[in-house]
């Protein structure tokens, strides 16, 4: 068996602290290694980046999802019993009500509802006097979108406090303290609202599209007829609405992109939908939003002449595989045009996960993530002209999410028809 780099805790818990995204990344080039283990007393913990560890990471037969996650996690952004912890068929039957709601006919729901948001917040911004905190607003957008898309009744003046409460869910994935707190707050007030909900519809008191979320995650029944567990349905109904409101951070980094790259903005607003898509992958695979995957290995299996024991915690690095020198030429550039020669690999490009949507864990939501990307760009660029007034627009990798300090400001709005 060959010797990989090992490296002890100590070293990669202040590592991973100071370094945040890249911290398997920076230690692959290092050590010129797509692979190395993390010395933990009692558990051995192997990291890997790049293609061919993404193709062995979403390999089913090797990889099993229950215990991977850290409890941490699902008491803030995933919950509990989620889909994101289960397995083989059950994980296949849950997944599978995910899937049932991204049809083609649902996104195009969705898109409707995106614009018509939109064409609002445009106008509304455009009559505004003061300066525009980008993500705030369109975290109030998205989540209005999504419940509305989802079947999730809110009342206007419930808009601002909900999104607040989704994305300190998700604002809670990376951190420690303070904000990890507000996470668990976010999660109980979130949860207990969607239960509420879900219970509602079972009792006839609120009505629901069909095959909106809500409708399928109130209404489904598992194999022995019974439906799921309130709670559960509500922790998988939020799988639907809070992450729409996640899109946001890549929205800001779009309109960042859009602000550091005006060849780029300027080639948008005469371009066709080809340049756009080209654009929106740019900004999934260069901003950082999920910094690495957790799997346990199902059965010891040899993998490039290293033995990955039964019971081994693997992470594989999803900043680092956007990167990875095996796919991508100059990968620390932003340069949308690298995608007209991208071949559509499962494997080398995975914000939101590699393999297969309906077979392995990968993102229930990308389709519908690049989607209310592409409509989001085609405003930013056709349809509004806006002033970027000097202000801090860095972001610090070593905060997980990550997102322009000062949320992407703008004023001065104008609707163009
Ligand atoms: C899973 C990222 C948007 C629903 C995931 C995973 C990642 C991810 C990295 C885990 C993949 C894995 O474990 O192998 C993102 C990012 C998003 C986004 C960066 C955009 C900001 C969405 C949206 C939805 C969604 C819009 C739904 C409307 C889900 C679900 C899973 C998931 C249900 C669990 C899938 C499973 O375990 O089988 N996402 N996601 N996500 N995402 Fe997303």
Known sequence: MRNIPRISAWSSAVGLAREGFPFIYNRCRRFQSDLFEIKVPFLKVLCMSGPEASRIFYDPERFVRQGAIPKRIQRTLFGEKGVQTLDDAAHRRRKELFMSI???????????????????????????????I????????LCRAACAWAGVPISESEVKQRAGQFWERVDAFGAVGL???????????????????????????????????????????????????AQVAAVELINTVRPIVAIANYIVFAA???????ECRNGLQHGGPDDIERFVQEVRRYYPFAPFLGAKVRSAFDWRNVHFPKGAMVLLDVYGTNRHPD????????????????????????PQGGGDHYKNHRCAGEWVTIET?????????????????????????????????????????????
């Open 134 to 141: 980008l993500f705030d607003e369109l975290k109030e957008l």
């Open 102 to 132: 991204m049809t083609p006919e649902n996104i195009q729901r969705l898109s409707d509802v995106m614009h018509e948001q939109w064409r609002m917040a445009i106008r509304k911004w455009a009559g505004t006097a003061g300066p525009i």
């Open 327 to 350: 796919t991508w030429e100059r990968p620390l550039e932003f340069w949308p045009d690298r995608f007209r020669q991208w071949d559509g690999s499962a494997y080398n490009f995975i």
């Open 179 to 229: 904000r990890h707190l507000r996470g668990r707050k976010a999660r109980q007030q979130t949860e207990d609202w969607m239960r509420g909900i879900i219970l509602g519809i079972r009792e006839g008191r609120i009505t629901v599209p069909e095959g909106t979320s809500a409708y399928v995650m109130a209404l489904h029944r598992e194999p022995d007829s019974k439906p799921l567990e």
């Open 256 to 262: 960042l992109a859009l602000h550091e790259h005006p």
């Open 373 to 417: 990307l592409k409509i989001a760009l085609t405003y930013l660029t056709k349809h509004m002209e806006y002033t970027v007034p000097p202000q801090d627009l860095s972001f610090k990798l070593s905060r997980m999410p990550t997102f322009p300090r000062s949320g992407f400001i703008i004023t001065q709005v104008r609707e163009k028809l």
